[in-house]
């Protein structure tokens, strides 16, 4: 069945790193393009980082320069580097498989992974 599983949260400190992963099945992953998302306490979702089947990426202002996301096709997995982690970035993160088949999105997400930025 499809399934995206999320791993490497965990607590980290201020200024500390983390690489989330991402492991994807049941679906053709190089088709689609993939994102991370996160959701803090009282927040809305929002979008961190994305990355097209070909490889271009995107970032939201908050993480450009110290978050990088990548995607291995072969092992059907995305990747997202954190470094220079902030308190701010303190989160449940999500991962999105997304890909139009005709005029319907296919859109799958994952269970989420916690991280905290906390001294």
């Known amino acids: 069945q499809v399934q995206l599983v999320e791993s490497g949260g965990g607590l980290v400190q201020p200024g500390g790193s983390l690489r989330l992963s991402c492991a994807a099945s049941?679906?053709?992953?190089?088709?689609?393009?993939m994102s991370w998302h996160r959701q803090a306490p009282g927040k809305e979702r929002e979008l961190v980082a994305a990355?097209?089947?070909?490889?271009?990426?995107k970032y939201s202002d908050s993480v450009k320069g110290r978050f990088t996301i990548s995607r291995d096709n072969a092992q059907s997995t995305v990747y997202l580097q954190m470094n220079s982690l902030k308190p701010e970035d303190t989160a449940v993160y999500y991962c999105?498989?997304?890909?139009?088949?005709?005029?319907?999105?296919?859109?799958?997400w994952g269970q989420g992974t916690q991280v905290t930025v906390s001294s």
């Open positions: 990355i097209n089947s070909v490889g271009i990426t």
């Open positions: 049941g679906f053709t992953f190089s088709q689609y393009a």
């Open positions: 999105n498989g997304a890909r139009w088949l005709g005029a319907e999105l296919d859109n799958l």
